[in-house]
């Protein structure tokens, strides 16, 4: 509740400083490597349980302030998707997934205009967690009980926009991000709740979008 509050008065605050500048509205779009990590299945023997490149998709709309042509404040509402993927020799061999679907809400401050950096918090909230296994008794496993609902970390990114006109921003670029808060306990390979460490998330990937200046 008081990571609730704090996003209420901080968009509320930027607005009334923002009330005389130039408003947008926009959409984006994402693609890139995520990372559920825990250091007891990094402690794990790899013919037991190893990590496997993962990545996911997320989609999203936002909007936001200019303040000036190379400055703005801009926050989105994005629906992510966190994946691990994992896989051993055991039984068999096997392989596993778990996929844990957020709302993402970042709220961040970028400069420049042709070329652009960008920075701030970001809050998830986390919707559903769910385990998948090539093994069959592991299937279809419902896991959100096992994070937390609420997490928050630091986003940074950068890349290119172009102007078109005086309403239309196209851009295009990379972002990273951090949790600063661990996800909870998580589960391992094998679906296994995880109760000696926490987990925590990051990822990088790419990002594009439009932005339609108000007039």
């Not at 200019?66 to 994946?83: A, G, M, W």
Request: charged letters at 15%; a neutral charge; one cysteine or more.
């Amino acid at each position: 509740m008081k990571t609730i509050n704090f996003i209420i008065l901080l968009v509320m605050g930027f607005s009334y400083i923002a009330d005389a500048q130039q408003p947008f509205l926009g959409g984006r779009v994402g693609y890139g490597y995520t990372r559920l990590n825990n250091k007891y299945i990094a402690e794990q023997p790899d013919s037991v349980q190893q990590y496997v490149s993962s990545f996911g998709t997320n989609f999203g709309v936002g909007g936001g302030f200019y303040f000036t042509d190379r400055f703005c404040l801009k926050t989105e509402l994005v629906f992510n998707n966190i994946q691990q993927r994992y896989e051993g020799d055991i039984m068999g061999g096997y392989k596993s997934l778990t996929d844990v679907k957020t709302l993402d809400i970042p709220i961040l401050f970028s400069f420049g205009k042709w070329v652009y950096i960008e920075a701030g918090p970001v809050f998830n909230f986390v919707l559903k967690a769910s385990f998948n296994s090539t093994i069959d008794s592991l299937d279809q496993k419902n896991i959100t009980d096992k994070y937390n609902r609420i997490n928050y970390g630091a986003m940074l990114g950068g890349g290119f926009a172009l102007h078109a006109g005086d309403i239309l921003v196209l851009y295009g670029g990379l972002r990273g991000f951090v949790g600063l808060k661990d996800y909870g306990n998580g589960v391992d390979a094998l679906g296994e709740e995880i109760h000696d460490y926490k987990t925590t998330s990051w990822g990088i990937g790419a990002v594009a979008g439009i932005n339609i200046k108000i007039p």
